[in-house]
């Protein structure tokens, strides 16, 4: 059995490795579960492309590295994308003709994804993981290689150079994907940092500016919600900064779980904080702002030590369509100042020429 042709199988899948990894970590190919879909097909293709390029042991025997593509998969934890390769790798086998060989096949490759998703579950250091992935795979098809030639001089021949291909094989897959995925990491950790602000997790003051830059150009119509914690230098100066800290992430969770998943939500200094929510009109908008109020108001925010406190929060919105963001905010931050003045713990919103104030 040809050493060199394993290998040149083996270069061609470390290339659909990269290929996949990146599909894998894009978001750009619709839905999570769409793109799962695809990443099945494209690893089920890959594993017949290796079954074509097959090595021929004899009349009867073909050897691949089929199971390579599975590896990936289930290094990722794909369970889905794992699933559809699996039926596509498995079943395609009996296109080179329905013989007890390729039953066994069928099933060896059943039983290779099901070992290689019970190994992602309960093996977590990645290295050992990504190596028994491939330990498993080479037991399994050292067995239907068995099952299929029998114990003899051409069998031992053969598996002894398909471990060799497939633990230096397997080394190197290993090291690819953990690379592969610890520079995915590092890339989602760099963009994360830009753009959220770090002790709360909610967009930054850059990331507040590039999703407002196109607000004149949809013109839709949009709000913009500026909140501030009510005398919140009182809760630092007499809790210290830390327990401040702990204070501004609930506030900054509260905000999330009461806006929605399109609307965009940031902090832009110390206790300051900004939320761009379309196609609401005033009265609309006026009744999230008030959950919010309320919601802060209700909320019992504890510190490190278990002591709770109460706050609340004045809030602005200036209310417009087709206006530079710039505009909209220094509205919004007026109507907050005149809210502050009213006696704060309250919302104040403001159009282009009028303004009204909404009661506790």
Known sequence: MPFTALLLNASVAFTGFYLISKLYHSDRFGSFRFRGFLIGLMTGGLGLFLMMNAVQANEEVRVDLRYLPLVLLAFYGARFPLLIATVIIASTRFLFGLTD???????????????????????????????????????????????????????????????????????????????????TRRSKEYKHSAERD????????????ERTTSLVSERRAYNVLALDIDHFKHVNDTYGHPNGDLVLKRFAELLKVETRAHDVVARIGGE???ILIYDLSPEKVVKVAERIRERIAAEAFILSDGTSIRISTSIGIAHGSALPVESMSSLADTALYEAKDQGRNRTVVRHANAHMLVPN
Do not use: C, K, P
């Not at 579950?121 to 050292?142: E, F, G, Y």
């Not at 069998?155 to 897959?173: D, K, P, Q």
């Not at 002790?199 to 850059?206: A, S």
């Open 198 to 209: 770090h002790l709360t997790g909610l967009f930054n003051r850059r990331m507040w500016e």
């Open 272 to 274: 300051e904080f900004v």
């Open 101 to 183: 060989q390729a039953v066994v096949a069928f099933i060896a490759t059943f039983v290779i994804g099901v070992g290689m998703w019970w190994i992602h579950r309960h093996v977590h250091r990645l290295l050992l993981q990504s190596m028994l992935l491939h330990v498993w795979a080479l037991v399994i098809t050292s067995i239907s290689i068995l099952i299929n030639l029998g114990w003899n001089t051409a069998y031992v021949e053969i598996v002894l150079t398909f471990w060799v291909v497939g633990l230096l094989v397997g080394t190197l897959a290993s090291l690819l994907a953990i690379d592969l995925e610890q520079m």
